[in-house]
């Protein structure tokens, strides 16, 4: 039995690790995954594209094998992505999705979206990728667009299109690398307010201003300083926010604004340009839907 399933990346628009909630956006980065379930009980990874260990695929597996009475089953998982790792870009949400929508596909089941996010949402809290679940970069990875999601209940508040206009340049520093295993929740907690504010933007749909709330108030806290966003800003950018707990930094703008943009955020790093994304991701020949 072969599946496989395409998602995208995601940037953050509210982190959500202070207050349990949080919004996320969909961009063009791609990530496929290929699995083939086996007789013989044995799993191996490969990954193509991009370094990654086989933490997220292995737990995707054990979790899918167990709701599924899959016991005895080998996996072979083949990912191909290119989405660098540990930077913010959501990869490991990203390998969760990707690896689980695989397995569903390859034992023919179509998953009501609320199990989906469930079960993706305990692989990264059980491959320890994520402290809250990460129900917002999920949903951004596998619905696209602009998603607003209660991390705690693992549950969906909203989902819109974003303007196809929009270009994400995203801006990351050669060798600096963030692993939720050694970050510290409590370093958050003293803007819960100012995060709640963001969250409150998000829920109005507004992610444009809540994209740039969040990310003053989390570089500020993270000690990555507030000059880039700034500049930025300054120069174009319509929202600039840290992604996640970084150290990538994502910028929104016009293609007009492209140039300018990218300019000021070169100084902190390799620069990309990227579309945004608002399409669902695939599964073998379906796609995720509400």
């Known amino acids: 039995m072969r599946g496989r399933a395409e998602v995208k990346g995601a940037v953050t628009v509210v982190n959500a690790i202070s207050i349990g909630k949080g919004a996320a956006i969909g961009i063009d980065l ?14 191996s990874f490969r990954c193509r594209g991009q370094e990654a260990d086989d933490s997220v695929a292995r737990t995707a597996f054990k979790l899918v094998a167990e709701r599924k009475a899959l016991s005895g089953k080998g996996c072979r998982v083949e990912v191909e992505s290119e989405i660098p790792v540990a930077v913010g870009l959501k990869s490991s949400s990203a390998a969760a999705s990707a690896v689980t929508l695989a397995l569903f596909d390859a034992i023919g089941e179509v998953p009501r979206y609320w199990e989906l996010l469930d079960l993706v949402s ?28 209660d991390n705690r209940r693992r549950a969906l508040l909203m989902r819109s299109e974003l303007e196809e206009r929009l270009m994400a340049v ?29 969250f409150e933007l998000a829920m109005r749909g507004d992610y444009i201003r809540a994209m740039t709330l969040n990310g003053l108030v989390h570089s500020a806290a993270l000690g990555y300083g507030t000059d880039v966003t700034v500049a930025a800003l300054k120069k174009g950018a319509l929202a600039c926010s840290i992604s996640g707990t970084g150290p990538a930094i994502a910028a929104l703008c016009y293609e007009e604004n492209v140039d300018e943009v990218r300019e000021a955020l070169g100084s902190y790093g390799e620069t990309r340009v990227v579309k945004v994304n608002n399409q669902p991701a695939t599964f073998g020949s379906r796609r995720v839907s509400l």
Request: include cysteine; charged fraction near 25%; proline fraction near 3%.
């Open 122 to 149: 305990e692989v990264s809290i059980r491959s320890g990728t994520s402290i809250t679940g990460a129900a917002d970069d999920a949903s951004a990875c596998m619905l696209g667009g602009f998603v607003v999601t």
């Open 30 to 43: 791609r990530m496929a995954a290929t699995v083939e379930l086996t007789d013989d009980g044995v799993f």
């Open 170 to 198: 995203i801006s990351v520093p050669e060798g600096r690398r963030t692993f939720t295993s050694s970050f510290r929740r409590e370093d958050l907690l003293p803007i819960r307010g100012l995060v709640e504010v963001a």
